[in-house]
Structures are given as structure tokens and as C-alpha cells.
């Protein structure tokens, strides 16, 4: 049972370099999310979609974006990498129905020097 | 004042006892609710779903309080893996289903 995958688990890297986050779920799940965590700062919802092609902004989604292609896959993407933006990154997927949980990826540490 | 808040403990507690957590939230059109568990450098998994008559899993209670706006969760007889961080998780039904969490309760379960 895959659920959802992130990768990669671990990255570095440098200021201002771009990367991809990658998140993909098998389990036709309407909604996706993106998470950072920080200490002290609990969870915090960077993106979230609601279904392919619509995606809207979550609590800090500055200096990120994301699309929905497909209802499997839902890529983060950092634009120019920030020190601020040192964190781990978890992915999360749910049912359409609002009253349903979020399952979580295993995450993304992310390290920005 | 934040949408959903914890207290952070840490509770550091023996085994065998019973450990209960508190967590508020703001937005009175919240809907559903959730308790999470977080080992250390690992994602959330849920434990439970919070239902509005209260609900038991084995040796954890959940509760639901609408009117005072919070949520409990209670654990007896602490094993010592039960210690973690347990986070409590919001929505409305207008938000699409976006979870808001609160910061989590450091709980230490010692021989």
C-alpha cells in the first residue's frame, strides 16, 4: 500500500537554486495539501488543491507554487531557495468530503544554505 | 489569539497512568475533528477522529465539547510508546477540508 510518496526524503540546498518537491498519492484522492514544519510553529498549509487543475493558497505560500495536473500528482515547487525556507515538508491527501482526515507522506527535509 | 492552540507540556507521566490533553479552537463553524500522533522525525498519523458524543479506541477517549469549543483526549494506562507528540486537527465545512493544526503536546511516558 503506497498511499502517499514524497521525494526526495532528504535535500540540500543552495540559496536561490530552484527545486521540485515531488507528492504523488494512489489512492484517487480528490484533495492534496502541502505542509511545512517548523519548531515551535506547528504545521502550517502552504498549498492545497481540491481537485486537478484547481489549487489555491494555503497560510504561507510565498515563495512557493504548485500545480494539479493529474489527480495523482502534486508537485511543490521553491522558485529562488531561501534559508527561511529550511524545514520538512510533508504532502497530504484526503477524500473530497470535508469531513474526512488527511493521510500524510513520510515528508522532506530540506535543508537551504 | 490562534485558531486552534495546545498546550505545548511537555507531560512527562508513569506508566499505567492516565494522561489527558486539551486543545481549543476559535472558529465556532468548525465541523470535524482529528487526533493526530507524531514520533519523533516522522510524519502525522491520525488516531483518531473526534465524533460529537464522544468516542473510545481502545485506551484512548476522544471528547467533543461544542459549547466551551474544545476537544480532549485522554489516555489511560500509558504504555511507554504512547509517548509522542499529539496534535489536534480543525476544519470547517466551508474550508474545503483544510486541516488546521494545533502545535502539538509533547507527551513523555518514563519507566
Known amino acids: 500500500n503506497a498511499g502517499v510518496t514524497q521525494t526526495p526524503k532528504f535535500q540540500v540546498l543552495k540559496t536561490g537554486q530552484s527545486m521540485t518537491l515531488q507528492c504523488a498519492q494512489d489512492?484517487?484522492?480528490?484533495?492534496m495539501s502541502w505542509y511545512r514544519q517548523d519548531p515551535g510553529m506547528g504545521l502550517r498549509l502552504i498549498h492545497y488543491?481540491?481537485?486537478?487543475?484547481?489549487?489555491d493558497q494555503g497560510e504561507v505560500p510565498n515563495g512557493y507554487n504548485v500545480s494539479r495536473s493529474t489527480t495523482e500528482d502534486f508537485p511543490l515547487r521553491l522558485l529562488s531557495a531561501a534559508p527561511s525556507q529550511t524545514s520538512v515538508y510533508f504532502c497530504?491527501?484526503?477524500?473530497?468530503?470535508?469531513?474526512?482526515?488527511?493521510?500524510f507522506g513520510d515528508g522532506t527535509r530540506l535543508s537551504i544554505l | 489569539r490562534k485558531e486552534v492552540e495546545q498546550d505545548p507540556g511537555p507531560f512527562n507521566v508513569p506508566e499505567g497512568a492516565t494522561v489527558a490533553f486539551n486543545c481549543t479552537y476559535s472558529?465556532?463553524?468548525?465541523?470535524?475533528f482529528f487526533w493526530y500522533r507524531q514520533d519523533c522525525r516522522k510524519e502525522p498519523k491520525l488516531l483518531m477522529s473526534?465524533?460529537?458524543s464522544g468516542n473510545e479506541d481502545g485506551r484512548f477517549t476522544a471528547q467533543l465539547n461544542r459549547a466551551s469549543q474544545y476537544i480532549s483526549l485522554l489516555i489511560r494506562d500509558s504504555k511507554l510508546s504512547d509517548s509522542a507528540t499529539y496534535l489536534c486537527?480543525?476544519?470547517?465545512?466551508?474550508?474545503?477540508?483544510?486541516?488546521?493544526f494545533g502545535q502539538g503536546t509533547i507527551l513523555t511516558v518514563h519507566p
Open positions: 497530504a491527501s484526503k477524500p473530497g468530503s470535508s469531513n474526512q482526515p488527511q493521510h
Open positions: 489512492m484517487n484522492h480528490e484533495y
Open positions: 488543491s481540491v481537485g486537478a487543475g484547481i489549487t
Open positions: 472558529n465556532s463553524a468548525s465541523q470535524s
Open positions: 473526534v465524533y460529537s
Open positions: 486537527a480543525v476544519n470547517t465545512i466551508t474550508s474545503y477540508g483544510k486541516l488546521t
